[in-house]
């Protein structure tokens, strides 16, 4: 209805001054196919840290293609049909730049692969990634298959029977040297931490983060019962040693600005529902006033620490805002905004997901505004000198 009766029709995009904005095909002077690209989520980054390749998904019927894109050329290295539209394959490069990790189906459930930017395959490890170590050493993995049934559009389409029991179901740490795994964190031990009534099933953890040292990491434990879905916020070590540090039902996205504060958006009972500065030391919270207008977001921390990208989801014009704050003005700037074609909801949207290049003068983001899916660069490098 608020489409019908606020969107204007013959809207696309329109960006700030000062940027300019390329597809990444174009940007990379490659003849695009027919085909829908993304990259995916917000908290990895589909540049090398040199910023000479670029790694990408392209649809193709039901699975994506993984092609590296770099000057006057693009090369398919691999496929996937563990893939969805918010997240993709998991595909980023391993911290040393020198090799891609993705997350597919394996002969018996979702497993990780470790290909060379030629496709070469390297290695594969039993369980599949939710996020990698830093330092490249280790990744924390979940339970795709339970992630699927509660919230599919994170899911791989693979939940077809019963899951495990919570006991022995939870977050992992899976060593790239050895390929051994551990269970860190047991799904029994959350759900024994709340008073819900929720049914086993419908408890399931997502969002695990390392923070920048990888000495310790985030991740939210979730659930749907009588009360609706219920979100809380944990912090641990290394070894799962982990508490609660936000528990008012909401927290959804958020990004490390050191080894100790978090930027999250999510509820609080002194400032109720927007951004947050977190320190997860001492469990205080400062309120960031200049974001209050636009809602919930994806955060992306630029590389020097001064800015944050982020972007709301659809406004009653249909229309998605990437906006640009200042840490040290507290100054907001909308950077673009970008129409959304009704065809793109539920499980088919298109979030932004903006993430900053190595250098922090481009900004990476998927988008439907011409009527396709595409992923897009917008250089800042003006707005931000």
Same mark, same amino acid.
């Given at each position: 209805?608020?489409?019908?009766?606020?969107?204007?029709?013959?809207?696309?995009?329109?960006?700030?001054?000062?940027?300019?904005?390329?597809?990444?095909?174009?940007?990379?002077?490659?003849?695009?196919s027919?085909?829908?690209?993304?990259?995916?989520?917000?908290?990895?980054?589909?540049?090398?840290?040199?910023?000479?390749?670029?790694?990408?998904?392209?649809?193709?019927?039901?699975?994506?293609?993984?092609?590296?894109?770099?000057?006057?050329?693009?090369?398919?290295?691999?496929t996937?049909?563990?893939?969805?539209?918010?997240?993709?394959?998991?595909?980023?490069?391993?911290?040393?730049?020198?090799s891609?990790?993705?997350?597919?189906?394996?002969?018996?459930?979702?497993?990780?692969?470790?290909?060379?930017?030629?496709?070469?395959?390297?290695?594969?490890?039993? !369980?599949?990634?939710?996020?990698?170590?830093?330092?490249g050493?280790?990744?924390?993995s979940?339970n795709?298959?339970?992630?699927?049934r509660n919230?599919?559009?994170?899911?791989?389409?693979?939940?077809?029977?019963?899951?495990?029991?919570?006991?022995?179901?939870?977050?992992?740490?899976?060593?790239?040297?050895?390929?051994?795994?551990?269970?860190?964190?047991t799904?029994?031990?959350?759900?024994? !931490?709340?008073?819900?009534?929720?049914a086993?099933?419908?408890?399931?953890?997502?969002?695990?983060?390392?923070?920048?040292?990888?000495?310790?990491?985030?991740?939210?434990?979730?659930?749907?019962?009588?009360?609706?879905?219920?979100?809380?916020?944990?912090?641990?070590?290394?070894?799962?040693?982990? !508490?609660?540090?936000?528990d008012?039902?909401?927290?959804?996205?958020?990004?490390?600005?050191?080894?100790?504060?978090?930027?999250?958006?999510?509820?609080?009972?002194?400032?109720?529902?927007?951004?947050?500065?977190?320190?997860?030391d001492?469990?205080?919270?400062?309120?960031v006033?200049?974001?209050?207008e636009?809602?919930?977001?994806?955060?992306?921390?630029?590389?020097d620490?001064?800015?944050?990208?982020?972007?709301?989801?659809?406004?009653?014009?249909?229309?998605?805002?990437?906006?640009?704050?200042?840490?040290?003005?507290?100054?907001?700037?909308e950077?673009?905004?970008?129409?959304?074609?009704?065809?793109?909801?539920?499980?088919?949207?298109?979030?932004l997901?903006?993430?900053?290049?190595?250098?922090?003068?481009?900004?990476s983001?998927?988008?439907?505004?011409?009527?396709?899916?595409?992923?897009?660069?917008?250089?800042?490098?003006?707005?931000?000198?």
């Amino acid at each position: 209805m608020n489409y019908y009766g606020y969107a204007d029709r013959s809207f696309e995009y329109e960006i700030k001054d000062g940027t300019q904005l390329a597809s990444v095909p174009t940007k990379y002077d490659v003849d695009s196919s027919n085909r829908n690209h993304f990259f995916g989520y917000f908290d990895v980054h589909p540049w090398t840290q040199s910023m000479d390749r670029f790694l990408l998904h392209e649809l193709t019927g039901d699975g994506v293609e993984i092609s590296i894109y770099r000057h006057g050329e693009y090369t398919p290295i691999a496929t996937s049909s563990a893939w969805n539209f918010q997240q993709g394959s998991r595909t980023q490069w391993h911290p040393s730049g020198e090799s891609i990790l993705f997350n597919r189906v394996g002969s018996r459930n979702i497993v990780a692969t470790e290909i060379d930017s030629s496709g070469d395959p390297i290695t594969t490890y039993d !369980r599949p990634i939710q996020v990698v170590h830093p330092a490249g050493t280790e990744f924390l993995s979940l339970n795709y298959d339970r992630l699927d049934r509660n919230r599919p559009d994170y899911g791989y389409g693979t939940h077809t029977g019963s899951l495990l029991d919570p006991a022995t179901d939870g977050l992992w740490r899976v060593e790239l040297d050895s390929r051994n795994d551990e269970l860190l964190v047991t799904l029994q031990s959350l759900i024994e !931490r709340t008073d819900t009534a929720a049914a086993p099933d419908d408890h399931y953890v997502n969002h695990a983060l390392y923070d920048p040292t990888g000495e310790r990491f985030v991740f939210l434990h979730r659930w749907k019962g009588e009360e609706g879905r219920v979100s809380r916020l944990y912090v641990s070590d290394r070894d799962g040693n982990c !508490r609660v540090v936000m528990d008012e039902t909401v927290v959804s996205h958020y990004c490390w600005l050191s080894d100790s504060e978090l930027f999250v958006w999510g509820r609080t009972a002194e400032f109720g529902d927007g951004y947050h500065v977190l320190d997860v030391d001492s469990d205080e919270f400062e309120y960031v006033d200049a974001l209050d207008e636009w809602g919930d977001g994806h955060p992306s921390l630029s590389p020097d620490g001064r800015y944050i990208v982020t972007d709301t989801y659809p406004d009653r014009k249909r229309q998605r805002h990437l906006l640009l704050y200042d840490r040290e003005t507290d100054n907001v700037t909308e950077l673009g905004r970008f129409f959304e074609p009704l065809d793109y909801t539920g499980e088919r949207r298109c979030d932004l997901h903006p993430r900053w290049s190595p250098d922090g003068t481009q900004i990476s983001f998927d988008s439907t505004h011409t009527g396709r899916r595409d992923s897009y660069i917008l250089d800042v490098s003006q707005v931000i000198n």
